[in-house]
């Protein structure tokens, strides 16, 4: 019998609001985003998996990205939250709030017995 990792695949559906709610608190380049993340809980998020939502979540209008230049380095992305990813992420917990509730209500409801 197989057993299956609940945490990860609760991290793959919570990530994208866990992103959007890291940016909600300002612009912050990928592995700032990635450390806050480990810090909550999302132990396993690697940049193969961050980077590509990054991008989705842009293509889609939620975040936004510039270029910030250091004269110690290379430049570095910094991704910051747009008005239509705020509206999002508003929605996105509302869902989510509404599926815990639902599956609270599931767990406690019996079968009635003929």
């Not at 793959?12 to 959007?20: D, F, K, S």
């Not at 767990?107 to 003929?114: D, Y």
């Amino acid at each position: 019998m197989t057993t299956v990792d609940w945490n990860q695949e609760l991290i793959r559906a919570a990530l994208p609001q866990a992103v959007l709610a890291v940016l909600r608190n300002g612009e912050s380049h990928g592995y700032a985003i990635a450390e806050l993340l480990r810090e909550h809980g999302f132990e396993r998020i690697k940049g193969g998996t961050l980077y590509p939502l990054l991008k989705r979540l842009e293509d889609q209008g939620l975040v936004e990205h510039r270029w910030q230049h250091d004269r110690a380095g290379p430049g570095r992305k910094q991704f910051a939250l747009t008005g239509h990813g705020r509206t999002e992420l508003e929605r996105a917990v509302a869902a989510w709030q509404q599926m815990d509730s639902a599956l609270t209500t599931l767990r406690s409801t019996r079968k009635e017995q003929p």
